[in-house]
């Protein structure tokens, strides 16, 4: 989806590196995600923010960090970058309606660390 | 914690015929389901949506139908086209606990037989 878009689509870097990883949208959207995806494993939340003054751990948090810096942007880092940590990498915004919650994701960013 | 998950891993379908995709889900109280739609290389596309108050959903070729007594989701898509061919992914949330983002399945990957 062209309205959440993620730098970089493609990423190796090495043991022990700290990197970041960032998300833009331009849906307007107060909520924003992060999830890893593992083969076999589907999508996994990472950290999620309500609006720019709330971040929330998700189910696997240990060994990264976020940044809500606007509403539009949301970024990852991964503090110091250890090897179980490649995976697919995806961002997601959503709008609570009341009637229910949609997220859209973006085209992802493929990690390796070496 | 309680998961959604999917049936099987892979479905293989002629083109032309219909596809049904199942998913079981455990949280009785969820109350909101989505299904996505993630091709190669891609994020997850959202497809349809239910609510909890309805048994059956119908968009384009696509029918979600729920079975809350046996906690049982489905996605039904006519007339496959090669343009299937994808990983589907259940999801579900509640509505009424603020949302921590929604809870995946681990997908089917759908493949269309010529």
């Known amino acids: 989806d062209a309205d959440v878009t993620q730098t970089p689509r493609n990423r190796i870097t090495k043991t022990g590196k700290r990197i970041m990883l960032e998300c833009s949208q331009t849906?307007?959207?107060?909520?924003m995600y992060w999830y890893r995806q593992d083969p076999g494993l589907g999508l996994r939340l990472i950290y999620y923010?309500?609006?720019?003054?709330?971040?929330n751990k998700g189910e696997i948090s240990d060994g990264y960090s976020v940044s809500r810096q606007a509403q539009a942007k949301f970024s990852l880092s991964l503090e110091s970058a250890i090897p179980n940590q490649t995976a697919l990498y995806f961002c997601?915004?959503?709008?609570?309606?009341?009637?229910?919650?949609?997220?859209?994701f973006g085209p992802g960013t493929r990690l390796l660390v070496l | 914690g309680e998961s959604v998950g999917l049936h099987l891993p892979t479905l293989s379908v002629q083109e032309g015929d219909n596809s049904i995709i199942n998913c079981a889900y455990s949280?009785?109280?969820?109350?909101?389901f989505i299904w996505y739609k993630q091709e190669s290389g891609k994020g997850p596309q959202f497809i349809i949506d239910?609510?909890?108050?309805?048994d059956k959903r119908q968009g384009q070729r696509v029918t979600v139908l729920l079975n809350k007594t046996v906690k049982h989701l489905s996605l039904q898509i006519a007339a496959t086209q090669p343009g299937d061919s994808a990983v589907y992914f259940c999801?579900?949330?509640?509505?009424?606990?603020?949302?921590?983002?929604?809870?995946f399945g681990k997908g089917t990957h759908l493949i269309i037989q010529p």
């Open positions: 997601a915004t959503s709008s609570w309606t009341g009637a229910g919650e949609t997220q859209y």
């Open positions: 849906k307007g959207h107060d909520r």
């Open positions: 923010s309500f609006d720019v003054k709330d971040i």
């Open positions: 949280n009785s109280a969820s109350d909101y």
């Open positions: 239910i609510r909890s108050n309805m």
């Open positions: 999801a579900e949330t509640y509505s009424g606990g603020g949302a921590d983002g929604l809870t």
